[in-house]
């Protein structure tokens, strides 16, 4: 069965600085999706970026960017120049070519505070 | 405007009493699912349905209940609601032709069960 954890059930970030969020997962299919969704106050969630496991390029979405290393099962989350709005609680997601193809399986998020 | 709709968006009940939480979506999607959310567990998955008339069991499908009678509807039914099942629930849908799509949200219900 997949699994996804999230290492830092907190974390903050200085106003236009730089955080990374980690993920790890686990999983013995070759093709798959990782995602990271985002979370606001508002409690919708929000589809930040999005990769392909047989991509080798990383995805970039503006400020947001992530680090896949397939080999380590990896999924690291990079902000940039962060802004008040990006406070939040931040979930990776794993999704399989499956028989549950759609099902996501989520880690437990990370909740990023941003100070001014 | 493409979306997911939910309701109720709150919901205050008394064990035992039944109860349904609507979810419709105007995007023409195979797939529709429901999660649960609680607190230091994230989101797990407690029914999918891969198109009318086919759902299936996810991660934690003990006291629910679905039907997909129509593709733009997919209903949770809890038939005896009990406390352990006061939490924030997701319905989610997406394309489903042979890879895992991006899925798409409603705004959540929060369901209190007393």
């Known amino acids: 069965a997949q699994t996804v954890t999230q290492s830092q059930p907190e974390m903050s970030v200085q106003e236009a600085e730089t955080v990374t969020l980690s993920c790890t997962y686990d999983?013995?299919?070759?093709?798959?999706?990782l995602f990271w969704y985002k979370q606001p106050p508002s409690r919708q969630m929000i589809l930040v970026i999005r990769q392909e496991a047989y991509k080798q390029q990383n995805a970039t979405e503006n400020r947001f960017s992530v680090n896949f290393q397939k080999a380590a099962k990896s999924f690291s989350l990079k902000i940039s120049d962060s802004q008040l709005g990006d406070a939040a609680m931040y979930f990776c997601a794993f999704a399989g070519y499956g028989g549950s193809q759609g099902n996501l399986i989520f880690g437990k998020g990370t909740k990023l505070s941003v100070k001014p | 405007e493409a979306q997911v709709t939910q309701n109720p968006r709150y919901l205050i009940t008394v064990t035992g009493k039944k109860l349904t939480v609507t979810c419709s979506q105007n995007?023409?999607?195979?797939?529709m699912s429901w999660y649960r959310q609680d607190p230091g567990l994230g989101l797990r998955q407690i029914y999918y349905?891969?198109?009318?008339?086919?759902?299936d069991k996810g991660d934690v499908p003990e006291g629910y209940k679905v039907s997909r009678k129509e593709k733009r509807n997919f209903p949770l039914i809890l038939e005896s609601p009990s406390p352990n099942q006061t939490s924030l629930y997701f319905c989610?849908?997406?394309?489903?032709?042979?890879?895992?799509?991006?899925?798409?949200f409603g705004p959540g219900t929060r369901l209190t069960v007393t």
């Open positions: 999983t013995s299919e070759s093709d798959y999706y």
């Open positions: 989610a849908s997406s394309l489903s032709q042979g890879a895992p799509y991006e899925q798409y």
């Open positions: 995007m023409n999607h195979e797939y």
């Open positions: 349905s891969m198109n009318v008339e086919v759902t």
